[in-house]
């Protein structure tokens, strides 16, 4: 983008572009602009390219002597446009390295996939991860972003587009656990396995009197946690069986904040252990459905909610025995009999992330040059 401060006295300015050298007059190069305002985006540059400019004042009659200047296109590696972001932080604390939720909306200067969109910190140069959760083409995006830091205060980050043509989205890089259970290997560096398969799709347990079996994540999680995932069951879950899935300070064993299947009389129920622990039963079973699950361990109490796939809902939340130790992630199911079949548990994805009393907010500002 180019700026300037129109001359006293003129009535416009004229700019001509020359590529790999200054323009030595009026004809010298490629009249790009010659109007009366004090702002203009130079389009249609080739990257890695050195544009000179001149820029003259002018009354319609005589022209001052140009102003001049050299930029490699280089510089805008990022994106030929930009859109500053103002986040503000109404938590009550200062949050660093947090997956903040974003709705991009397409406009024609964008990739109609997004895959050219680039984020960076306040300095509008520091690449910051992202990842675009879902899109539709020449509409919108749903993209996560992992901000360093977003004080009380609020902070403003950036999004890039307009040049690149390969994503960057990485989920990975993003949050503090990610998993899709793709290929036929389940991922040893991230999770310790006890008796558990992965398929293209989804990691599998499966105990038939073969007692618990499942995973673990290797890395544990403070609290102010927030545990997201999508799982279903089959078997005997009730009589013989059992299972469960939440935070979990260790395998079988030590403080947890859990959904629990199989609580006596076929039901689920929420499980906190500490020294002491709290049980509370819902009447309902996650079983022979699919369900997506969101656990939010936060300082104070946990919040359990749970949504089947035939549409039952569930949401409460305990608090008399928070853990406040750091838990790791587990999958779990045991069968002690044959006499019913085996329980299965499949796990379809999963994902951990920072925590908020409320979620950052993020307010686009209009299309500016990127660089």
């Known amino acids: 983008i180019l700026n300037w401060t129109p001359g006293t006295g003129s009535t416009n300015t004229l700019i001509v572009r020359k590529q790999g050298s200054i323009p030595t007059s009026r004809t010298d190069g490629t009249t790009i602009y010659e109007d009366n305002g004090n702002a203009f985006i130079d389009t249609g540059l080739t990257d890695n390219t050195e544009y000179c400019y001149a820029l003259y004042a002018t009354d319609n009659t005589e022209y001052t002597e140009p102003l001049t200047g050299c930029i490699t296109t280089a510089e805008i590696a990022l994106g030929r446009y930009r859109k500053k972001i103002t986040v503000s932080n109404t938590s009550g604390s200062n949050l660093a390295n947090y997956q903040m939720k974003l709705t991009v909306t397409y406009n024609s200067n964008m990739n109609s996939t997004f895959k050219d969109l680039r984020f960076t910190s306040q300095d509008g140069l520091t690449s910051i991860p992202y990842w675009i959760e879902s899109y539709t083409a020449n509409s ?71 007692g618990l079996k499942g995973i673990i994540s290797k890395a544990s999680y403070p609290i102010n946690s927030t545990l997201e995932y999508e799982i279903s069951y089959s078997g005997d879950v009730g009589d013989q069986g059992t299972g469960f899935h939440g935070f979990w300070q260790a395998w079988n064993s030590g403080h947890r904040t859990t959904f629990d299947e199989g609580c006596g009389a076929w039901q689920m129920c929420i499980r906190q252990t500490t020294s002491s622990s709290q049980v509370i039963s819902t009447g ?79 307010v686009f500002s209009s299309e500016e040059a990127g660089r």
Do not use: C
Request: proline share 4%.
């Open 140 to 210: 919108s995006a749903i993209v996560w972003v992992k901000v360093p830091s977003i004080p009380t205060s609020g902070v403003n980050v950036y999004m890039y587009y307009g040049t690149q043509t390969v994503s960057a989205s990485n989920p990975l890089n993003v949050f503090d656990l990610y998993d899709t259970f793709d290929g036929s290997s389940l991922n040893t560096a991230a999770w310790d396995n006890y008796g558990a398969s992965q398929t293209g799709g989804y990691a599998y347990v499966h105990s038939e009197a073969g």
């Open 284 to 362: 309902a079973l996650l079983n022979s459905y699919w369900s997506s699950v969101v656990i939010k361990w936060r300082t104070g109490g946990t919040n359990f909610y749970a949504l089947r796939s035939d549409g039952w809902s569930y949401s409460n939340t305990l608090s008399s025995y928070n853990p406040t130790v750091n838990l790791k992630v587990a999958f779990g199911a045991s069968d002690t009999s044959s006499a019913y079949g085996p329980v299965q548990m499949w796990v379809y994805w999963v994902r951990v992330r920072k925590y908020a009393t409320v979620e950052p907010s993020g």
